[in-house]
């Protein structure tokens, strides 16, 4: 199986001075740039998912497009300069996008998801009907949302649709 590192929403608006930011942030930096570092030491490519907000549906709370906000942090696009951008504009990064065109020019069979808003992206990401295909293991100390709790409740309920691991056992 060929593998690909999926790297979901990691937006400046969900860090410390952003307009949104999440529970465990910097803990999650710090894991998710481990993450990267091992799937480039394994030749496991990455993916960048950039959530744009649809400006057609007018100004949001946060990730408006020409915003610092909107950017993906400093520290994920220096640990993985090299790779694809896929813009989303809905929590599921295949809808709309070129999601899938991007894994199939990979060669990737499986997928290994981390990111932002596990309960929300994260999941509808991992659990997408076009996801399907893929072998699905969400990496669960690689990714958070507005609190602990939340973060948990998420992960059980993936629990019984996808793989759980660590980026370590993973990777």
Wanted: some cysteine; glycine content about 4%.
């Amino acid at each position: 199986m060929s593998k690909a590192l999926l790297v979901v929403d990691l937006q400046n608006d969900y860090f410390a001075n952003g307009k949104f930011p999440l529970w465990n942030t910097e803990a999650i930096l710090a894991n998710v740039e481990a993450a990267i570092a091992a799937a480039h030491a394994k030749g496991v490519p990455v993916i960048h998912v950039q959530h744009v907000a649809d400006a057609s549906r007018g100004i949001a709370p946060f990730f408006n497009a020409d915003t610092p906000g909107v950017e993906i942090h400093p520290q994920i696009l220096a640990a993985a300069p090299e790779a694809p951008v896929v813009v989303k504009h809905f929590a599921d990064a295949f809808h709309g996008t070129t999601l899938k065109a991007t894994l199939d020019a990979l060669g990737a069979t499986e997928l290994l998801v981390c990111g932002m808003m596990t309960q929300n992206c994260v999941t509808h990401t991992a659990i997408s009907k076009a996801a399907e295909p893929y072998a699905v293991t969400v990496l669960s100390d690689c990714c958070t949302t507005v609190s602990q709790m939340i973060h948990l409740i998420a992960l059980n309920a993936l629990s019984t649709r996808v793989t759980l691991a660590t980026a370590a056992d993973a990777l």
